[in-house]
């Protein structure tokens, strides 16, 4: 059986099991479909914690990344691990106390501002919107490739099965299946990880394959020999500014992130949000410390593959045939000579790779099983589709409860809060289409300005909503503003070729600080703004300092109230 059809035969079986439990555990009120009722089991929430956490950008990009950057790679693992602790242990516990249902729900009810709740909730859209074209990226390309129809049609397909459980489902049905895909998802990263480990180094477990085998140390000479950056030094591929000033702002950006703060809403008590966590953090880790392995592996396998290999050799290989169909995948002979060669050169390179097909070519390059190789093509999609619904949802929140019900109607019904959600859903996945269809740059790329954005508008605000009782509704609505406006401006005129048609960028980086780690210095604006205005204007009224005071003593689970 060929791999296409094993493909598609494991996307049919896994989006049925995602459609059944989408109906399954349909939303019939708002309480389910915002916050799946505060009843979902910790482990369970675990497991959908990680499941949204993990997007395209890590099954898909970060191995990629890792793999063509070297050391500096890892600043997407150091990011995103980095930002979720800091979540997990910041601020999660004490915004479940709260009792909220959205990020912008609790900042608009502790700065008492529904102009404050108003701009968290356009902040919450930008950085939901930016996040989710690159899954829909991701879904394209996964499509592309097995089902043999081009990256637009493969993101349309995505469009339509994303739009169905997250319509119907809300965050119930989301839920249950980010658990289901959790599961689908690491197991597709995990074999062919260990397959390839063996195959390579003797040794099954791929984290003690990659640091006691030589192939680290014959990666770096091969990268040398074809006048690539040495694979293991820091700081060959990016600044030393620039890889601390992106990993803050994937570190900071983590904890500013709605849709994944809104998970822990969906437990019932203080408690219950601190054990998620903990489950979450050892799912999580199973795939960030096999994704540095299979990176390496990767390049490593590829470079053996194709370079300095005769053309027609090179031209006979199926895998080769079935990616340079898609484009992802671009191989001319430069020089003529009959031989293809990576080089450090882009003039002289003549073999071009897109990061994100790293993952789903593995496989195939490692010549492993065609079941394997369909496994990583469903466990693709999962990543994808799981963090997407979230997403969604955060982004339809946003609107039907925090800006119609919360400011413009407040006599709404259930029956109408719940079609303005499920309204919004659908124009929101049409939004992340056209996105996923003309993206700014790569999967892990894109989700990178998603992090920025967040950094410099929802985590200062969240921060200071917390740990500072004097912090008021002015200095909270002009720091969002500041940090939102200044980080949005900053990446439009960097990545204005894309976005604007521009022929080159209207400015190359910030005082030598590039696209992906602006949001720090958004950030520290926001933060500046915040506190001026803050100490400049009346302080807050003394129940909301008591209330500061209260959600940081650490017992009740702040049940959310009685209007939502």
Sequence with gaps: MSVEVLTLIFVMLTFGLYAYIGWWAKAVDTKSFYVAGNDVPIIANGAAIAADWMSAASFLSMAGLIAFLGYDGTVYLMGWTGG????????????????????????????????????????????SLTYVAGQMRGVGIVFSRYLGVNIEIGVIIGMALIMFFAVIGGMKGITWTQVAQFFILIV??????????????????????????????????????AGLKEYILPFQNMSKLNVFMMTMALMVGTAGLPHVITRFYTVKTVKGARWSAVWALLFIAILYTTAPAVGMFSKFNIIDTVHNQPVEEIQQIEWVEKWSTTGLLGLNDVNE???????????????????????????????????????????????????????????????????????????ATEKQRLRVARVMIFLSVLAAGYFGINPPGFVGEVVAFAFGIAAASLFPAIFLGI?????????????IVTGLVFTVVMLVLMKSVPLLGT???????????????????????????????????????QDIQEMVENIRIPKGSGEPQGDH
């Design 84 to 127: 979720y602790v800091l979540l997990a242990l910041l601020l999660a516990p004490y915004l479940r106390k709260f009792g909220r249902y959205t990020v912008p729900d609790f900042i608009g009810d502790r700065f008492y501002s529904n102009k404050s709740r108003a701009v968290a909730a356009i902040a919450t859209i930008f950085v």
């Design 503 to 541: 022929e080159t960028p209207i400015i190359e980086s910030f005082f030598g600080i590039d696209a992906a780690g602006i949001g720090i210095v958004g950030m520290v604006l926001h933060f500046a703004v915040g506190f001026v205005v803050s100490r400049s204007t009346k302080e807050p009224p």
């Design 337 to 411: 000579d009959g031989v293809y060669r990576l080089s450090g050169d882009p003039a002289t390179n003549e073999v071009n790779i897109d990061k994100d097909i790293i993952v789903l070519s593995t496989p195939e390059v490692a010549q492993l099983s065609p079941v394997i190789i369909a496994l990583v093509a469903a466990g693709g999609l999962a990543a994808a589709l799981s963090t997407a619904a979230g997403l969604l949802l955060a982004m339809s929140s946003a609107v039907s409860h925090d800006i119609y019900y919360k400011i413009y109607n407040r006599n």
């Design 467 to 479: 740990f500072d009782k004097r912090h008021n509704r002015e200095g909270a609505t002009a720091g």
């Design 188 to 225: 597709a990263f995990v074999v062919p990880a260990v397959a390839i480990s063996f195959k390579l180094t003797g040794n099954p477990i791929p984290q003690f394959g990659m640091i006691f085998s030589d192939v680290a140390q014959r990666l770096g000479e091969a990268q040398i020999e």
